[in-house]
């Protein structure tokens, strides 16, 4: 029986399941790249399509980092008020450095370099940690969960027909609810 164990095993091992939903999750996050030239440049930005159970089971990772990228932005702007704007190195940035504004600035950011830690543990990729930190997060600033959205599609996958379906992040080419205006009939005008 599998009385309390949540999750999909998709047909793998824990190891297996684990990697595939790290690489999807960094895949995910990776599109939002500028990646014009590239030779694996993603066909739209921000979307991929895999399976429906693949993207329902990615889903709360990828949401879980951006939310981690959000709740850092405050600690990334604390941080910048009390840095400086010296290059690392140089004679200012060593005094700096020997000042109690850097122990100050060190005790901000702390909290941003552990999230930021944080989430390469969870998409082991740095590339999209830092679009993830610098892009995704303060997209997102403020809106509190639901950053992603998983359509079916109706072709299935040819060759062994399994379901199909797209994850994205929502915002860029959401739907718009547009209302119809009520139509004029000529007969109340006709009967006066």
Known sequence: MRHRRKG?????????????LKNLAAALV?????????EN??????????????????RP?????????RRSLKHIEAAKKLGTEAKRGTEAWNQWRKSPQWRDWAK???PAVAARRQAIRML???TAVRIL???LGPRFKDRDGGYTR??????????????????EFVGIRDRVVQKAEKPSFGGDEASN
């Open 61 to 69: 990772l990828v949401e879980r980092c951006i939310t981690i990228a």
């Open 108 to 110: 901000a950011v702390a």
């Open 133 to 135: 930190f610098n892009d």
């Open 8 to 20: 999909r095993v998709l047909g793998r091992s824990p190891s297996h399941r684990k990697a595939l």
């Open 30 to 38: 990776l599109t939002e790249r500028d990646a014009e030239g590239e």
């Open 124 to 126: 082991g990729d740095k």
């Open 150 to 167: 998983v359509v079916r599609l109706a072709k299935p996958r040819l060759g062994d027909a399994g379901t199909r379906a797209i994850i």
């Open 41 to 58: 440049a993603p066909k739209v930005k921000g979307r991929i399509v895999t399976t429906l159970h693949k993207a329902k089971e990615v």
